[in-house]
C-alpha cells in the first residue's frame, strides 16, 4: 500500500507509452487483488491493443512494478483507494470512468464495473484503436510513442440511455453457419467476440441468436451466461422470451410427461408454465438481466386464438404478469423495483397496453410498476405510436425496438447493411425526445456489415448530447468518425474522405429500396432517367470502391473490404442487376435490340454476386464463412419462398431495317414511320437553366441503321449530323440549344431520317429572360422575388393534351422562400440528405403538437400559367401516427388564406402485417398525400404549417389538378427555379 | 347451216367425251362466227380443261367438222340458231345457261356472254376439274372417258346475288411482289389469272388493286379494262374512287398546271376535279362497270376536315352527286337508271347518308334513285347498319362490302387466311335475309390463301337456295364440296374427309385469334387448361398436315400445300410460337426452369415461320414469291409498325432444391414452404363425371429434385408415388379418384414431399349420385329432370374463400332443356361450330324484330346451392346493332317470372376507329354482357328470349353476384351437366 503512495507522490510528469518503455516492461496493466475479473479481462484485451499499436504487449499484473503503470480499477477497489484517487465526481454514477495522469500512474477507475471497461477502451481509442480490432480485424495505425500530459484528468458522462444493444436475430443460415464453423456453436467462445464489440461500441446490452439457440445452455451450459455477467454484458431476451427462458426450451422441454406440460398456454398450462418461469429465474436470475415479462404466443406469434376478446386477452396478461413478478421477488430479488424488468408493447401487445373506451388497458397497471416499457420501430424503421407528457411520467420508463434487420412482411431485409444514418438519427431523436431513454435495443441480424449504423446507433444512446437533436449533422460527422476510427492514418485523409461518400452513397440506395424488395418494377425505366441516373451512381461509387480496394493493403485493405467493399458491392451488384432488368424489360417491350446487350450485363451480374459470395466464403481462411449464405435476390414473399433471380428478356431481332428513338428522360418513343405518325416531344429546354438534352437510338433490327437529322433551325447542334447506329448498341444523341440564335417564330422542331422513317420532335423552349426581364421559373426560393413578375410558357397546353410534357412543378423540401419560427422559437430545420437521396424539413421540437396559431411554417412560392385548381402532392417520410390516433396533420395556406389542416394517414392505414397503405410506404419508403387547391394566374404562396408531429417533408410535387404526372419511384426532379 | 341440221337431226346419242375422240378430232368445240370473243376465250380454257383430263386438247373451231361437236354461244347467236336451240327458258335471263345433248353434240347456250361462260365452266366441273385449276394449279382427276346422257338437258338458275366479286386489296407487299416478279406488273397478263379464277367461282365482278396501281393505265394502257369486258368481268373501283378513276391517278396528275387542279376537294377545286371525272367516264365509260359515285377523302379518309358539320358534308355530297350523275348521262348513258351505280355507305358517309334530326341526310336523294347503296361490315366481319323494311324498297337496292382481309385499326389481318365459314354464312345470310342481294363484294387482300372462303363467299351470293340461310350445314357441306372439287379422285374419301377437318380446325383457331392480333397476353396460361390444350389441337393439326403432305405426290401434293399446308402451318406455327410465349413468361414468372425449354420451342417456331416463308418463295419455281413478305408477327399497331417477335424470358435457376407444384387447369401454384403454408385445391372431383385430374411438376433449380406422394386415401391414386423431376422438364402427375373406396369422413387430401417442401393438396369431390339418388349438377339440358331434386356442393363456400375453387356454373348454348318457337314458327336454331370452337344458338327468321309476346325463346336450367343474387354473363358475337340505335336487346326471365328485356350494346360503343368496346370486341370476337338475378335454392329456370336481331349467344356463366370467374380468353368451359 506504501509503494503506491511512493511511487506517484511529488512527481509531476506527463504518461508516456512507448514501444522502448513497454518492451523493457517499463510499461505495464495493474489491477488490484479485488478488481473485478471481468475488468481484468478486458485490460488484457487492451494490452493487446497496446501491442497492436506499439509492437509489444505490456504485462497485466497485481505488482506495481512498473516504472509507468496504468492502473485500473473502480471507486472502492483497493488499488483505487491506495492511490488515493478522488472519486467523489464519479460515486454512485452510472457507467462512468476517470482517466487520470497522477505521478508516474495513468490511472483507470470506474464508477461501477462498465464504467471501468468504458475506461479502459477509452485509452485504446486514445491510441487510434478502432473498436472493431478485434471484431473485424482492424489494425490500428502504429505508433512508438504517445504522451498523455501530466496532470490530465478526463471524467466521462453517464451515458445518455441506460440499456443500449443489439439482438443478434434471423442468424439463419448466415451467422448460424458462422458460428458453427469458426466457433462450433453459439458458445462462450464465440460470444466473448460479441461481447467485446458490443462494449468497445459502448453498448451494455444483449439479446442472443434465439431461432433455435438457448443462450443459458449453448455455452455449453451457463458459460454464455456467465461470461456476459464477467464483462458486464446485461443480457435479455428477446420480447416475447418472459422469465430468463428462451423460445426454443420450451419446446424441448414440453411433453405429455414434462413438468412443465404440454402446451404454451396460461390458461390451459398454468402449473406447467409457471414451473418453467420459475426454473429460469432460478438458473439465471443471479445474473445482470432485463427480465422479459408478459407473454406471447409461440414463435413471436399472437398468445390467444382469433376469437379471444380484447378483455380476454388483457385479463390474461394480467394474471402472467402478476405471476411472473411474484416469482421474480422470490427467486430473484425481494425489491422488485430494483429488478430491471421490460414488457414489450410490440405488435398485438400495444392494443393491450391501451385497451379500449369499454376495457381499461393495462397502463397504469400495478404490476407493470417500474417495469420498461419497450416500445418499438414498424420493423422498417419508423417509430410508432410515442408516449405522451402523461404517459412519460411512467415509473419504469420506456424502451425502444429498433431494426437493421427484419425477417418478416412485407419483405425481409437481411442481406448486408441497407440502412443509413440520418433516417435512425432522426427516428431516434424523436424517440429520446420523447422520452424513450431507459432502453435502446436494434436488431442487427448477424451483426456482420451492420457495423455502421450499428455503432451510431450505440454511440447516439451512448452521448446524445454531441450525437443528439441539436446535431443536424450528426450523421455525417459520424461518418467521418467512425472512418477515422478505423482508419485513421493508415489511409490517407482524402481517401478517408472518398470512404465516407461511398458509405453514404451506398446507404443512400440501400435504404431508398432494400435488396431484396428490389425487382425491375420499382424505378421506372425512362421517366426522369431515374433508372439510368441510379445505374451511373452505381457504376461509379462500384468503380471508386474497386479502385480505392485495390490501392489498399494487408489488414487496412480487408478491413476495407469487411466494412466497406462488401456492402457496397453486394448491395450495389443487386441494385444494378434490377436496374439493368428494368431497362432489359422496357428495352425488350421497345422491340430495341439493345435489350440483348442488356441481358448479357444482367448475366455478369448474377455471375458476379456468385462471386462475391464465394470470396467472403473464403476470404482469411473462412473467417466470415457463412455470412454469404442468405437468398437475397427477387423475393416474391416476405420471406425468400419462391424468390427468384430476374427474368430476362431476349427478342428476335426485327427483320427490316429500324430505328427506335427515344427521348432521354421519358417513355416517349417511336421508330418514326407514315401510318402512327407519332412525334416527340424534347421538352427539357422549357427550363431557360438547361441547355443540352438528348435523344436516345437503338435499332430494332440485327443490321445497322444509318441516320441523318435534318433541322432548319441555326439554335439547335447535333452531337452528330449524322451516322450509323449499331445493332445491340444504345447511342445518344446530344442536342444542345443556343437560344440567343433562335428568332421569335423560328420553328425548332427537327427530323431524324432512317431506312423509311423519319422522326419528328418538337423542342418547345423558353428563354432565360422571356417576360418582364424576369427569368422564367416554376418556382422560386428567392423571398425577394416580385409578386407582379411572371407569366410563362410553363405548361405548354397544347403539348399536355397529347399526354406528355412536361406538365408538372416539383420543389425540393429546401425549395421553400422563407421560414417562420413560432414565437417560442419552435422552427423547420432542415435535415440534409434525409432518404432516397433527398434533404427533409421537419419541426423541431419535434415532439411538440402545434396550435394552428405560432405554429412555425415554410413559405414556398409557385408559379403558375393560369388561375385554377392544382392538385398538390407531399413527398414525405412514411411516419406511423405518433399517437393512438390514425392522424398526422399538416397544416397549408395559400397566398395567406385560412390554415388548412389535412391527415396524411390514409384511411384503412394501419401499421402492421398485410396493411396495403403500410406495406408499400415501408417498401418504398415514401408517402404521398395529395390535395387540391385554387391558384391564381403568375406567382402564388403555399405556406406549410407544423402541426403534428412525425411530418418529415421531402417534395411538393403541383399538378393541374386531375393531370398525371409521369409515373417513377423516386418522383419528379426539381423543375426550374431562379 | 343446213349441216348441222343434218348432224344433230334424228339422233337419239349419249354424248360421250373420250380421250380417243378427242386425239381423233372427233371431239372438239365449235363456235359459230359471231361468237363473243370472250366465249371463244373461255372455250379454249376449258378446252384445256378437257386436256388435263383427257390428256389430248379439243380444238375450238368454227367449222362444224367434229363427229361429236361440243358448241357454245349465247340466245340469239347464229349457231344457236341454227342448231335449233330451244332458249325460251333462259331468254332474257341474267348470267343463265343450258346445257344440252341433243342429237350428236352438246350445247352449251348463254342466256348472255356470263352465261355462256358460266356453262363452259359447268361442263368443267362435270369433268370432275376444280375451279383452281389454274390459280392453284390443279390437276383434275384423269379419265379416258365420259358420258352425258342422251336427252340431257339442264338450265341453271339466275345467280341469287346481282354482282358477285372481290377486292384485291393491302396489295403490298405480298401481292405486289408477286405481280411484279410473275408477270412484271398489274398488268393484263396477270389479270387474265384473276379473271378466270373469278369467273371460274361464278363471280362477275372486280375491284382491283388500287394501292399503287391504275388499273385502267397499267394494263398496259386499257388492256386490262378491255379485257375484262371481253371476258364479261364487270369492274368496280373501291368505295372511295368514283367515276372510274383510281384514287393514284390523282396524285400523279395533279399539279399546279394541271387541268385537275392541285386539290383533291370539290369545295376549292370543283372544275378540276369535274374534269378528273369526266375524263375518267371518257376513257373507261365504255366498258361494263359498275361506277362509284360519292366522295371520301384522299386515301380512304373523311372528305372534310374536323370542323365541318353534318350539314357542310352533305350538302357537298349532293353537289357531288348531281355533277357525277351529270357526266355519266352525258359520256356513259343518257339513261341514267341504266348505268349500274354505286355508293359507299362506308365510315364516316354512313351518317351522312342517315342525316339527324336537324339535317336530312342522303336517303331518298333523287340522284341516289337507282344507285346502289352499299353498305359494308365493321371490316371484321360483323355486319353494321342493315336496311330498315321501309328502306328494302330503294330502287337501286343494296349491297354489301366485306372483308377477309383488313388494313387498319384495331389491328390488321393479311397473313393468310383467318376466316371460317359459320360466321360468314351467319354474317351474309343475315345481310341477304335483310334485302342486301345486288352487290356483294368482299375484300380479299392477295386473293393467295383465301381461296377457301372466297370460294364459298362466291357460291352463296350465286346460289343462295343451296348455301343460304335454310341450309344451317352449309360451312360443312361446303367445306366438304370444295374438297371433293379440288382433290377429287386424286386423293382418297377418307383423307378428304381428313382435309375437311383441317381446313375447319386451322379456321377455328385462326378465327378464333387472328395472326397479327395474337400476342402472348391472348389466352389465359393456365386456367381451364385452355393454351395446353390450344396447343395440343394445333400440335395435332400441324402434325397430321404434314403427314398428308409427306403422303401426297406431285400437282396433288401442291395443291395441298397452297390450299392446306401454307395457310394452316403457317397461321398455326404463329398461333403456337404465341401460346408457348404465354407459357414461357407464366413458367418463367414462377422461377420455373421449363421456361428455359419453351423458350427453345419458341426459337425453333420464329425459323420454321422464315423456313415457310423461304420456301413459300421458292416453291414452284417462285410461282409465289412475293406471297409471304408481310410482316405477321406481334402487331403493337393496327399495321406493321413496331411489330416484333416474342418477347422470351429465361432465368438462372434457383440455388436450392425446389419443386414447384401446379394444379393442371388453374393458375394455383405452390414451393410448399412452411412459411407461406399455401395449400392447393384439385377442385375437378367436384364434377361427378370427372375422375382424373393432374398436377404438373417441374423445378426452380438446376437439379434434379426427387418427390413422393403422401396420401392416407385409398380412393386416390396416383400416376406414380415417387420419382424424380428433372429440370427444364414439365411433368404431369396424374391423380384418379374412386369414390367407391372412399368412405363418409375420410379426408382426400394429400401431401407432395420434396427437398424441405411439402405441397399440401385438398380433394373436394362430389359423388355420382349425391343427393336423393340424382346426379350432382350444375345445370340439366334434360326437360323431364324434376324441381325437387337437387341441393349439393355445387359452390364450395369454405374453398371460395380462398377465392380459388369451382365457383361458377357455365353451359354452352346448345344446353338448353327446351326450345320454344312462337306461334309464327319462328324459333331458336343451333349454328354448330360458329367460332372461337363453340357452338351458337340464333332466332330465324333472323331480320325480325320481336315483341314481348310470342317471340321464340330458349329455357336453361339451373341449380344454384343457396338462394341469392347471381351473376349471369351472355357470351355473344359482339354484333354490331343492326340499326342505327345503338342496342341489341335481349330478354330473360327467371322461373316463370316477367321477362327483361336488356340492352347488349355497352354505353360508350361505336362502331369504328378507336372504340374501345368495338375494338376489344373484333379482336376477342366476343361480346360478354352480364346481368343480375335472384335465384332460389337449388333448380332454376333461365330463358332467353329474342328481341332483336343480332343476338348470337355462345355460352352462358353463372356465378354469385360480384364474384370472380377465373380470367381467360375462351371463358370456362362447360361444367357438369346431367
Not at 363 to 373: C, F, I, R, Y
Not at 444 to 449: E, P
Not at 643 to 654: G, N
Amino acid at each position: 500500500m506504501l509503494v503506491w503512495k511512493l511511487i506517484i507522490r511529488g512527481l509531476l510528469m506527463d504518461f508516456i507509452i512507448s514501444s522502448e518503455g513497454i518492451k523493457n516492461k517499463n510499461i505495464g496493466i495493474v489491477c488490484g487483488p479485488d478488481t473485478l475479473s471481468g475488468v481484468r479481462k478486458i485490460a488484457s484485451k487492451v494490452a493487446g491493443d497496446i501491442k497492436a499499436v506499439f509492437g509489444y504487449e505490456p504485462q497485466v499484473a497485481e505488482s506495481p512494478r512498473f516504472k509507468s503503470p496504468i492502473c485500473v480499477g473502480i471507486t472502492g477497489d483497493k488499488l483505487i483507494r491506495d492511490i488515493g484517487i478522488d472519486t467523489s465526481d464519479i460515486d454512485g454514477k452510472r457507467e462512468v470512468y476517470k482517466l487520470e495522469v497522477t505521478g508516474n500512474a495513468l490511472v483507470i477507475t470506474g464508477s461501477d464495473k462498465r464504467g471501468a471497461i468504458y475506461g479502459l477502451f477509452k485509452l485504446s481509442e486514445m491510441l487510434g484503436v478502432s473498436p472493431f480490432i478485434e471484431w473485424l480485424d482492424v489494425k490500428p495505425p502504429k505508433m512508438s510513442t504517445f504522451k498523455i500530459p501530466s496532470g490530465y484528468c478526463m471524467v466521462s458522462k453517464e451515458p445518455s440511455v441506460k440499456y443500449r444493444g443489439f439482438f443478434i436475430n434471423d442468424e439463419w443460415p448466415a451467422f448460424g453457419n458462422f458460428c458453427m464453423h469458426n466457433f462450433g456453436g453459439f458458445n462462450a467462445k464465440m460470444y466473448e467476440h460479441v461481447f467485446e464489440l458490443l462494449l468497445r461500441l459502448k453498448g451494455n446490452y444483449l439479446w442472443p441468436a434465439m431461432w433455435a439457440e438457448i443462450f443459458p445452455e449453448d455455452g455449453p451450459g451457463l458459460a454464455n451466461a456467465e461470461l456476459a455477467d464477467e464483462l458486464g454484458v446485461v443480457m435479455g431476451m428477446s420480447h416475447h422470451e418472459p422469465c430468463l427462458r428462451q423460445g426454443e426450451e420450451y419446446k424441448y422441454l414440453r411433453g405429455p410427461k414434462s413438468i412443465y406440460g404440454d402446451a404454451w398456454n396460461f390458461l390451459k398450462n398454468e402449473k406447467g408454465i409457471t414451473r418453467f418461469w420459475e426454473d429460469g429465474l432460478k438458473r439465471s436470475g443471479r445474473f445482470e438481466n432485463v427480465i422479459t415479462v408478459g407473454m406471447r404466443g409461440e414463435a413471436d406469434t399472437a398468445i390467444m386464438g382469433k376469437d379471444a376478446t380484447l378483455k380476454d386477452n388483457i385479463d390474461l396478461l394480467r394474471k402472467v404478469l402478476k405471476t411472473q413478478n411474484q416469482l421474480i421477488r422470490k427467486y430473484v430479488n425481494p425489491d422488485l423495483d430494483s429488478v430491471p424488468r421490460m414488457l414489450a408493447l410490440y405488435k398485438e401487445v400495444e392494443p393491450y397496453f391501451y385497451g379500449d373506451e369499454k376495457t381499461p388497458g393495462l397502463m397504469g397497471d400495478p404490476e407493470l410498476n417500474n417495469v420498461t416499457l419497450m416500445l418499438c420501430d414498424d420493423n422498417f424503421g419508423n417509430l410508432r405510436t410515442v408516449p405522451t407528457p402523461a404517459m412519460r411520467k411512467h415509473k419504469g420508463g420506456y424502451g425502444m425496438y429498433y431494426h437493421f434487420d427484419y425477417h418478416g412482411l412485407p419483405v425481409s431485409f437481411e442481406w448486408f447493411n441497407t440502412s443509413g444514418l440520418t433516417k435512425t438519427w432522426e427516428q431516434m431523436t424523436t424517440a429520446y425526445d420523447f422520452g424513450i431513454r431507459e432502453l435502446w435495443i436494434v436488431n442487427v441480424g448477424d451483426i456482420f456489415s451492420n457495423e455502421y449504423p450499428l455503432s451510431f446507433f450505440l454511440d447516439l444512446a451512448y452521448d446524445f448530447d454531441r450525437w443528439g437533436t441539436t446535431n443536424p449533422d450528426a450523421a455525417t460527422e459520424y461518418t467521418k468518425l467512425i472512418v477515422d476510427r478505423i482508419f485513421g492514418s493508415n489511409v490517407s485523409k482524402s481517401d478517408r474522405h472518398a470512404i465516407c461518400d461511398m458509405l453514404q452513397g451506398y446507404t443512400r440506395i440501400t435504404t431508398a429500396r432494400r435488396t431484396e424488395a428490389m425487382n425491375d418494377r420499382v424505378y421506372n425505366a425512362f421517366n426522369y432517367n431515374e433508372t439510368f441516373d441510379l445505374l451511373d451512381e452505381i457504376d461509379s461509387l462500384m468503380k471508386k470502391c474497386n479502385r480505392m480496394r485495390e490501392k489498399l493493403e494487408g489488414n487496412t485493405e480487408f478491413a476495407f473490404y469487411e466494412f466497406l467493399w462488401l456492402p457496397l458491392t453486394a448491395g450495389l451488384n443487386v441494385q444494378r442487376m434490377w436496374l439493368l432488368t428494368t431497362l432489359n424489360h422496357a428495352f425488350a417491350d421497345l422491340g430495341s435490340t439493345y435489350a440483348m446487350t442488356l441481358a448479357d450485363m444482367i448475366k455478369e451480374c448474377i455471375a458476379f454476386d456468385r462471386r462475391i459470395v464465394d470470396e467472403l466464403h473464403k476470404i482469411h481462411g473462412g473467417k466470415w464463412y457463412g455470412m454469404g449464405l442468405s437468398e437475397h435476390i427477387g423475393f416474391n414473399n416476405w420471406c425468400e419462398e419462391e424468390c427468384k433471380y430476374p427474368v430476362i428478356c431476349t427478342l428476335e431481332p426485327a427483320n427490316k431495317e429500324r430505328l427506335i428513338t427515344i427521348v432521354k428522360g421519358s417513355c416517349q418513343s417511336t421508330e418514326g414511320k407514315f401510318w402512327t405518325g407519332r412525334v416527340l416531344l424534347l421538352d427539357q429546354f422549357l427550363d431557360p437553366s438547361c441547355d443540352e438534352a438528348s435523344l436516345f437510338l437503338s435499332t430494332a433490327c440485327g443490321k445497322k441503321v444509318k441516320y441523318s437529322v435534318e433541322s432548319p433551325c441555326k439554335g439547335l447542334s447535333f452531337s452528330s449530323m449524322e451516322g450509323t447506329v449499331k445493332p445491340y448498341d444504345l447511342y445518344e444523341l446530344k442536342v444542345k440549344i443556343d437560344r440567343k440564335a433562335i428568332k421569335r417564330g423560328d420553328s425548332t422542331e427537327f427530323c431524324i431520317h432512317s431506312a423509311d422513317g423519319y422522326t419528328v420532335v418538337k423542342v418547345p423552349f423558353n428563354r432565360a429572360s422571356s417576360f418582364k426581364g424576369e427569368k422564367v421559373c416554376h418556382w422560386t426560393g428567392r423571398k425577394d422575388y416580385g409578386e407582379d413578375l411572371i407569366k410563362a410558357n410553363i405548361f405548354d397546353r397544347s403539348l399536355k393534351k397529347e399526354a406528355f410534357g412536361m406538365n408538372y412543378i416539383s420543389i425540393p423540401a429546401d425549395g421553400y422562400s422563407r421560414c417562420f419560427s413560432s414565437p417560442s422559437s419552435a422552427s423547420f430545420r432542415l435535415i440534409r440528405d434525409y432518404s432516397r437521396g433527398m434533404d427533409a424539413v421537419k419541426a423541431y421540437p419535434q415532439e411538440e403538437v402545434f396550435g394552428t396559431k405560432n405554429a412555425p411554417y415554410l413559405e414556398y412560392r409557385i408559379n403558375v400559367p393560369s388561375a385554377g385548381r392544382y392538385d398538390v402532392t407531399l413527398y414525405t417520410n412514411p411516419s406511423n401516427p405518433f399517437g393512438r390516433e390514425p392522424r398526422i396533420l399538416v397544416g397549408y395556406s395559400i397566398n395567406g388564406g385560412n390554415i388548412k389542416k389535412i391527415n396524411m394517414i390514409p384511411e384503412g392505414f394501419a401499421v402492421g402485417d398485410g396493411n396495403p397503405y403500410w406495406s408499400q410506404g415501408v417498401l418504398d419508403n415514401v408517402r404521398k398525400t395529395t390535395f387540391t387547391v385554387e391558384l391564381n394566374e403568375g406567382l402564388n404562396t403555399l405556406n406549410i404549417h407544423a402541426v403534428n408531429p412525425n411530418l418529415v417533408l421531402q417534395k411538393i410535387v403541383i399538378c393541374e389538378e386531375g393531370a398525371e404526372v409521369p409515373d417513377s419511384y423516386l418522383g419528379p426532379k426539381p423543375t426550374y427555379r431562379t
